[in-house]
């Protein structure tokens, strides 16, 4: 695999969530995030280059929504998810979950 250097950092979140697949829905947990990709692990098996949607159940009673993702790579039960499509209320969630994260580095944020 080659070396890939990533645009945005990753950060650690543990929390459950739904995704789509054609008309399958999995269940899984999301284990880190940055702005633009995901890593999660989940019940449905997903292929790379697969797209699908995704809903992210925060602590708080919110969902995160994404629209559209792409497998980027498989291992087992494991998936790195590339965002493509994510609404801007979204995207500024993940913003400031990553300011929470670089305040509070030495814990995990369970949402």
Request: charged share 20%; net charge neutral.
């Amino acid at each position: 695999m080659p070396f890939v250097l990533r645009p945005y950092r990753r950060f650690p979140l543990c929390c459950p969530m739904t995704y789509h697949a054609g008309l399958s829905e999995g269940r899984g947990t999301i284990w880190n995030v940055s702005l633009n990709g995901w890593r999660l692990s989940g019940d449905l098996p997903l292929r790379v280059r697969q797209t699908g949607s995704m809903t992210i159940k925060l602590s708080n009673h919110q969902n995160l929504g994404v629209a559209g993702a792409i497998v980027c790579w498989v291992k087992s039960q494991e998936y790195g998810l590339e965002t493509l499509v994510t609404e801007k209320h979204t995207h500024c969630q993940l913003e400031h979950f990553g300011e929470r994260v670089v305040l509070e580095p030495t814990e995990v944020i369970h949402e």
